[in-house]
């Protein structure tokens, strides 16, 4: 078997030549050991399809997790210079906005008055939601629009650029059928933290949860439209990335209220055009709710934490997910 092949077997509960091995790495790792620029890891898709490659290779990984979209090959026409300072690397855009580029870790985007934005909840409208991207070159912004242009997205079919699936098809291009290819896409509960920050996200839960939850289906739409993108345009699997959905932020009743149903939709929404994997990570205390993640329909859970990262026993979750779902640590 070759890499892919091990990968698809284990996720269709098949039996491989041997356990197949993959890992999201931090973006950190990529620059911190690759000799490129950590500026052109985030910003560039080519520089960050390299990257991948170029680990997967050195560490013999089976498949690739490609946990960044693609991005705008016009992004430097929006700089308006850059500068170094105490060791990082500062892009000062058009608009006034700027990104603090570490040389170790995730860049962040800052405003003009020196904070990051978020909207506030009572000014989100649920009808023009559709998905939010945390990891944009301009983070978040509401009504959502990509890069700096500052037009809001349209909705629908049109919502995600062209160039949003480049570094799948870059990646694909290039390891051909010999790695397992995978994208990557917020849950509907993710893309809600992410957008209204964590603390305000949670609050909101409390506040008004019918809204939330028009929030969470709206933002299901777009889950769904980018899932299958992502197909299209070469993935093999697909991973639900639902960070937040573990008993360290909220309980398993709420994950029944506002996560479930919504990560239903998406993984039943991807497959009626995808018909490979679709799979859940969940980090964390999630002992107590493997049943749950089960009814969502997913084909397999990353991660299974036992303590004391997590909750889980794992010759229990064994037994329960045996013949269900494929299991993939990280």
């Not at 093999?236 to 506002?258: Q, T």
Request: aromatic share 10%; net charge negative; proline share 7%.
């Amino acid at each position: 078997m070759n890499s892919r092949q091990r990968m698809d077997a284990a996720m269709r509960l098949s039996e491989p030549d041997r356990v197949p091995v993959m890992c999201q790495l931090a973006i950190g790792h990529y620059c911190l050991n690759t000799d490129l620029d950590p500026v052109d890891i985030w910003h560039s898709t080519p520089a960050f399809g390299d990257a991948l490659i170029a680990l997967q290779r050195r560490y013999g990984f089976d498949g690739i997790l490609i946990n960044l979209p693609g991005r705008d090959p016009n992004w430097r026409n929006y700089a308006r210079g850059v500068e170094e300072k105490d060791g990082e690397t500062i892009i000062r855009w058009m608009n006034g906005w700027y990104t603090v580029v570490p040389p170790d870790d995730n860049p962040h985007v800052y405003g003009e008055n020196g904070e990051r934005y978020f909207p506030a909840f009572a000014d989100v409208d649920p009808e023009r939601l559709f998905y939010v991207e945390p990891h944009d070159l301009s983070g978040i912004t509401y009504p959502y629009s990509w890069g700096f242009e500052g037009e809001p997205a349209p909705g629908g079919k049109d919502f995600f650029p062209p160039w949003h699936f480049d570094t799948i098809r870059y990646v694909s291009e290039r390891v051909g059928t010999e790695v397992s290819v995978h994208g990557e896409i917020f849950s509907p509960f993710s893309q809600f933290m992410e957008m209204l920050d964590y603390t305000n996200g949670l609050m909101a839960l409390i506040d008004d949860a019918g809204k939330c939850k028009a929030c969470l289906d709206a933002l299901s739409e777009g889950a769904i439209a980018l899932g299958r993108g992502q197909a299209a345009a070469g993935a093999h699997a697909i991973l639900v990335s639902s960070a937040f959905a573990g008993a360290g932020l909220i309980s398993r009743e709420d994950y029944s209220e506002f996560v479930l149903p919504y990560e239903q939709k998406v993984i039943l929404g991807i497959r009626e055009a995808f018909d490979g994997p679709v799979y859940t990570h969940t980090c964390g205390a999630i002992g107590d709710r493997l049943d749950l993640m089960m009814e969502t329909g997913t084909n397999g859970i990353d991660t299974l934490d036992p303590p004391p990262l997590g909750t889980v026993d794992l010759k229990e979750a064994r037994r329960i997910l045996a013949g269900r779902c494929f299991i993939k640590g990280n």
